[in-house]
């Protein structure tokens, strides 16, 4: 792009954001510019991204041509990723200090546009940094790389989605209406209130003291050997802090009814995988029904050591059930109208479960994982 028409597209972004905010900068270059959707806690919403060579802006529409600013994420520090299900093959993870969260593109093509764009982005802002300031050492940039597996607490984590799991991270228990999920601000995980009953100061909230899950806050008073009482506050007798003080009427009701948490005994096997794990031969989310006339039911699988692990979410730490597959055979639903999603499994060529993929690659994909786990 020519630099008149980089500074006039430049005037067009600040013109378009609500509020007073210089967009126009020295040397700042406008990269690309789009509609991805975020995920939320509970819902995707559209946010409208602008890349730059030195910051990734991102703003929600809130007219036509007009946006409210979020945020300005500089890309120093910055880190953009794939996720490592393919089930969510259209989404892309961006971690930056202040702020760390999912995003979704229409399609996978989209998706790796947007992370190839980001992902040079900050490359040649990193290398511009050295190059354009002669005291930077490779020393420097050294620590810089070191600061990207940076300490705890040190940056924004990204926060699982609700829907993501069905159970507390640490010790299980079911969320329901009176036991909730929680996120651990340093980590992002999903947590229950009694696994996450203390608060700490976190380096990227300027050490506000914030929700911590109890793995977390062992691992951040290692590293603080002092511990003042503004950084580190378990709170009384162990229980929950709340972050809001609940004033509608709901909430008064809610939190007087009994704790109601539901800590199932899970069995050792089921724990030993859990649905996030990276070294699968496959996972998923498929639609499964115990017969022909069975509801179908949509859960997520893995496939690992030829044994069928079965959850609830993509993010819950213990399986609902285990089935080793040496013994079984599968085989594939015939449509003469269409190329079939649906196959079954057998074992000694009776029904066991019928399964449903989402579009005929993933189906193909998980036939052959499939076979793979029945033979030794």
Not at 31 to 41: D, T, W
Not at 93 to 107: D, H, K, Y
Request: proline content about 5%; some cysteine.
């Amino acid at each position: 792009m020519k630099q008149g028409d980089n500074f006039q597209k430049l005037m067009q972004i600040q013109y378009s954001l609500n509020g007073h905010h210089e967009i126009v900068q020295p040397g700042r270059i406008f990269l690309k510019e789009g509609i991805l959707m975020k995920l939320s806690r509970k819902i995707m919403q559209p946010r409208m991204f602008f890349l730059f060579n030195d910051a990734l802006l991102y703003t929600t529409p809130v007219q036509s041509g007009m946006y409210k600013l979020n945020n300005m994420l500089s890309l120093a520090g910055m880190k953009v990723r794939k996720p490592t299900h393919e089930a969510y093959q259209n989404e892309l993870n961006i971690e930056s200090v202040q702020r760390s969260f999912i995003l979704s593109a229409s399609s996978a093509t989209e998706r790796d546009e947007w992370l190839e764009a980001i992902s040079r982005s900050i490359e040649e802002y990193t290398k511009k940094r050295i190059t354009f300031n002669p005291s930077r050492s490779l020393e420097e940039a050294d620590s810089e790389k070191e600061k990207e597996d940076s300490p705890l607490g040190s940056k924004a984590p990204i926060w699982i989605p609700d829907t993501r799991a069905t159970m507390c991270m640490i010790c299980t228990s079911e969320f329901t209406l009176t036991w909730r999920r929680h996120h651990c601000r340093a980590c992002g995980k999903i947590i229950c209130q009694a696994c996450s009953s203390n608060k700490h100061g976190l380096d990227y909230m300027k050490n506000q003291p914030a929700r911590v899950c109890d793995l977390c806050f062992k691992e951040l008073q290692k590293h603080s050997k002092l511990c003042p009482d503004e950084l580190c506050s378990p709170s009384k007798n162990g229980s929950p802090v709340n972050h809001k003080s609940p004033s509608n009427a709901l909430s008064t009701v809610l939190h007087s009814i009994p704790s109601g948490r539901k800590q199932k005994k899970i069995p050792a096997a089921l724990k030993e995988v859990s649905a996030n794990t990276e070294d699968s031969s496959m996972s998923g989310y498929l639609y499964r029904s115990k017969g022909n006339k069975k509801p179908w039911k949509h859960l997520w699988f893995v496939i690992k050591n030829k044994v069928l692990y079965t959850y609830a979410a993509s993010e819950d730490v213990a399986a609902l059930e285990s089935q080793p597959l040496l013994g079984f055979t599968v085989a594939k639903v015939r449509d003469e109208n269409a190329e079939s999603r649906v196959f079954h499994l057998l074992h000694k060529n009776t029904l066991f479960y019928i399964f449903k993929a989402d579009d005929i690659h993933s189906t193909e994909k998980w036939i052959e994982a499939f076979q793979e786990a029945t033979i030794l």
